[in-house]
Nanobody, 124 residues
Framework: QLQLVESGGGLVQPGGSLRLSCTASGFALVYYAIGWFRHAPGKEREGVSF????????YYVDSVKGRFTISRDRAKNTVYLQMNSLKPEDTAVYYC?????????????????WGQGTQVTVSS
C-alpha cells in the first residue's frame, strides 16, 4: 500500500520552530515531486513549499520565504519542512503530497498521494 505519513506537528509559541517530516511507505520518494500544503479553518488550502525530484529545485510561497526550508533525505525516504520564526497565521493542518515525475506544481489536484495531515498551532 502506498502511503505518505506526516509527523512533527504540535503547539509552539510565536517565534518558535518545528520540523515536519513526510515519510513514504510502499514507494520511493526519490521519483516524486513533493508539496507541502496547509489548510486553516475558514481559509482555502494553500500550497506552501515544493521540491522537485530531479535536482531538488524548491519553491516557497511568499508568506513563508526566509522562514521555511524544504529538503529531501533520499536515504530515509523522507521530505522535511523546517519551519522557523513561526507566526500565529501559520496555524493550520499541514499535508504533504506526492506526484510522480520531476516537476512540482502548485495545484493540489496535480498530486496523486496525500498524507493524513499534522496539526500545527502557533499560539502564546
Amino acid at each position: 500500500q502506498l502511503q505518505l505519513v506526516e509527523s512533527g506537528g504540535g503547539l509552539v509559541q510565536p517565534g518558535g520552530s518545528l520540523r515536519l517530516s513526510c515519510t513514504a511507505s510502499g514507494f520511493a520518494l526519490v521519483y516524486y515531486a513533493i508539496g507541502w500544503f496547509r489548510h486553516a479553518p475558514g481559509k482555502e488550502r494553500e500550497g506552501v513549499s515544493f521540491i522537485n525530484s530531479s535536482d531538488d529545485n524548491t519553491y516557497y510561497v511568499d508568506s513563508v520565504k526566509g522562514r521555511f526550508t524544504i529538503s529531501r533525505d533520499r536515504a530515509k525516504n523522507t521530505v522535511y519542512l523546517q519551519m522557523n520564526s513561526l507566526k500565529p497565521e501559520d496555524t493550520a493542518v499541514y499535508y504533504c503530497a506526492g506526484r510522480w515525475g520531476s516537476n512540482w506544481y502548485e495545484r493540489a489536484d496535480e498530486y496523486d498521494y496525500w498524507g493524513q495531515g499534522t496539526q500545527v498551532t502557533v499560539s502564546s
